[in-house]
Structures are given as structure tokens and as C-alpha cells.
């Protein structure tokens, strides 16, 4: 299809597309670092090998300039190219087979229109024999697929089946959330439960979330609104992008409809946890003790950590109180190990707000004694193993 057949858009319907493609995450996969938008060849990481993130900008050649508005259905729809060709489920057609076709051609519209031609081949995925046949993809989806658009639920709020339309479709958050089996498909039974990505943790949208404090409606709306809940963590590493490039674009009313979704999901009242008792005996083990800290773990807490996380009567936003929050709570440190190292930017959490990185400033030893406090004195729950050599492998990652 040249320029000229190119359907005409509306400015409503591009800027639509536009809020859509950033709720949707589309150039944090399809993105280069520090290459131009949209243009490809994002490796992503995945148990068989690195699949890399096609190129979407309209060049003709090397992007889809030349795919008509049913062509792009069908690859957001079906999970095949214009050349009929089965994508990899990296691409999460299983969520995007759930939009309307008006969301999926203001997607299209948006891409058509506002995204500069780039021209870049998209690199081989890096999948051995016989894995990287696209035939095979065929039989994947015969096991694990199944194309539908999103059908209300009735017995639900216009809010809620709102919430679950974006949930389960463009913002595809049981993509991460959700473990995955042998075959890298989701697993159905687990939906939500908690994963692995990206070296990191996407930890349960459930109630078999670990926090002290139970994620409710409010707290998922405050957090996808702001970068951080009062009682919950904070949007770092591979959610900082998610929430401040992506779901902040999304109007007040859908974060509200989201946090409703979600909120029903954990099962959790929609009340002030502030003088509940997990809340108040996290609050009390946080003050300082006259007697100084014996403990190595507690005195370099209070002399790095104390400063910004002291919270007196009450959790007060911006200053996470670490005995209640998921990360000290996980049965895996990973989480909380990554923020001590590398810190949470400007451009992550709350807006404006920082933690310095210590990856200079302690050793192993020193933030494993630290993690060990929080999750033995703060937490009382069951000390993690061999942090020491879990902070060196973290510590080792970001320099390979």
C-alpha cells in the first residue's frame, strides 16, 4: 500500500492512537537503545533466545509503510505478518486479539502518521533449530491461543469490565505478571500470580501478593497515576518505563477503572490502612532505638537508609516504610537488591524524587547485612539465603 492509498485519519483518532501505542508499551519493545523510535531491533530476552523487536515505523521497505489497516489487524489480532508469516509470541497478539478494531486503527493511524520513517532491516531471531520455525508458531496457537475480541462481563460494573478490557488487552499485564510454562505460553491457572522478567521480579497482582498491606482499588490507581502507592513500592526498573512512558498517557477515568479491575482481583477493602496494626508495629520497629544499633544490618540502615525512610505516626508518601513494603517481602530479594545498588532516577518512582544508588558506596557484605535486617528485625519473616553472593551476581550483571 503506497501513501497515497493510505486510509484519511482524524487528529482525534491519531492522538487516540497515540495514548493507546504508549499504554500499550509499543516503543519500549520495538526501540533500539538510543535509537530512533519505533525503528526495531530491541533485543528481548527470552528462555529459547533473543527475539528482536521489529522495526513499526511506516518506512515501506524494512518497517510496515506498506501494510494496509487489515494487515496490521492481523497482526495485532492473529499474531501474522503481511506475508502471512507467524510472529512469536513476543509480540502479545494473545492481549491485543482482545481491542476493538477502532483501538487497533487509531494504533495503525498514530504509527501511519506521526512516526518518522526509519529504514532498518530487523536482525534474525537469535532461536536455534527448530525452534525459529515460524511453522511452528501454528501449532503454539492451536495449544495456547485463542482469537477473540473482549466480551463484557455483565454481572459487572461499566467501570470494572473498562478495567479488565484495558488490563487483559492493550496494557497486557499478565504478559509479565503471569508465570509461563516449558512453551513459554502464559500459564492460565496462574493468571497474575507473579513472574520473572527481565532480571527482575514482576511480583502478584493477587491477594498472594506478599505485602503486609493488601493492594486495593485506590492504591493500584495512586501508584499507576504517580509512580508509587503510600504502602506499596515504588515504579523502578523494568515498571519505571511502563508507568511514566506508558499508563500515565491514559486519562484519570481509565487509571480509576484499572485500579477497580485490579483492586476486585487482590479482593482486598478500599480503606485507609493507616491504623491498622501491621501498619502501626512496622511504624513503631522503625524508631530509632536509644540504645544505638548492635546489629550491622540496623547501624548501616541508620546511618544510609533511615534519613529518607523514617516515618513517625504515619506512612507518608515518597518515604516507602520498608517493613511493609512487597520488595523486603518477596520470598526473593532480587527487587530489593537492585534499588540498593542502582537507586530509583528522577525519571522512575515518584516524579522528582530520588534514591542515590550505593552500588559505590557499600560492599556485598554491606548491603546484604542491610537486606538481611530489613527482612529479619523489619519484616520478621524467614532470612533469605546466601545474600551475599545473590548482591555480587546482581552487582555483576549490570557490568557484562
Request: aromatic share 8%; with cysteine.
Amino acid at each position: 500500500m503506497s501513501v497515497a492509498e493510505r486510509p484519511q485519519f482524524t487528529s482525534e483518532q491519531i492522538e487516540k492512537g497515540r495514548v493507546l501505542a504508549a499504554a500499550g508499551y509499543c516503543a519500549e519493545c520495538h526501540t533500539p537503545a538510543g535509537g530512533a523510535a519505533f525503528s526495531g531491533n530491541y533485543p528481548i530476552e527470552t528462555d529459547y533466545g533473543v527475539i528482536y523487536g521489529s522495526n513499526i515505523t511506516p518506512d515501506p521497505e524494512t518497517g510496515i509503510g506498506a501494510w494496509s489497516p487489515e494487515a496490521f489487524r492481523r497482526a495485532m489480532w492473529q499474531g501474522v505478518d503481511r506475508e502471512g508469516r507467524h510472529l512469536f509470541p513476543a509480540l502479545p497478539y494473545d492481549h491485543f486479539t482482545k481491542m476493538t478494531a477502532e483501538d487497533v486503527d487509531a494504533i495503525y493511524a498514530y504509527l501511519m502518521t506521526e512516526v518518522k520513517p526509519v529504514h532498518s532491516v530487523t536482525k534474525a531471531a537469535g532461536i536455534p533449530f527448530p525452534l525459529n520455525q515460524r511453522i511452528l508458531q501454528a501449532g503454539w496457537k492451536m495449544l495456547f491461543f485463542k482469537e477473540g475480541r473482549y466480551e463484557n462481563d455483565l454481572s459487572k460494573s461499566e467501570e470494572w469490565n473498562r478495567g479488565a478490557y484495558l488490563v487483559e488487552g492493550v496494557t497486557h499485564c499478565g504478559a509479565c505478571h503471569t508465570p509461563r510454562n516449558k512453551l513459554g505460553a502464559e500459564e492460565a491457572s496462574q493468571t497474575f500470580a507473579g513472574a520473572h522478567i527481565d532480571k527482575w521480579i514482576a511480583p502478584a497482582l493477587t491477594a498472594a501478593n506478599p505485602s503486609a498491606v493488601p493492594w486495593s482499588a485506590s492504591e493500584f490507581t495512586r501508584y499507576l497515576a504517580s509512580g508509587a502507592g503510600v504502602y506499596h513500592g515504588v515504579a523502578a526498573g523494568p515498571m519505571g518505563p511502563v508507568v511514566h512512558a506508558g499508563l500515565r498517557e491514559l486519562p484519570e477515568s481509565d487509571l480509576k477503572a484499572i485500579g477497580i479491575y485490579l483492586g476486585d482481583i487482590v479482593g482486598a477493602p478500599d480503606s485507609d490502612p493507616a491504623q491498622s496494626a501491621v501498619v502501626q508495629a512496622s511504624l513503631a520497629a522503625g524508631r530509632p532505638d536509644p540504645a544505638y544499633r548492635r546489629d550491622q544490618g540496623e547501624r548501616l540502615y541508620a546511618t544510609a537508609c533511615a534519613a529518607c525512610h523514617y516515618n513517625a505516626e504515619q506512612v507518608l508518601a515518597g518515604r516507602p516504610d520498608l517493613g511493609i513494603n512487597s520488595a523486603t517481602r518477596l520470598d526473593d530479594p532480587t527487587n530489593l537488591i537492585h534499588v540498593m545498588l542502582d537507586g530509583v532516577s528522577a525519571e522512575e518512582g515518584t516524579k522528582g524524587l530520588v534514591m542515590p544508588a550505593f552500588r559505590h558506596a557499600l560492599s556485598d557484605q554491606e548491603i546484604a547485612a542491610i537486606a538481611a535486617y530489613l527482612r529479619d528485625d523489619r519484616s520478621k519473616l524467614a532470612p533469605w539465603p546466601d545474600l551475599d553472593a545473590k548482591v555480587a551476581a546482581i552487582r555483576a550483571e549490570a557490568t557484562q
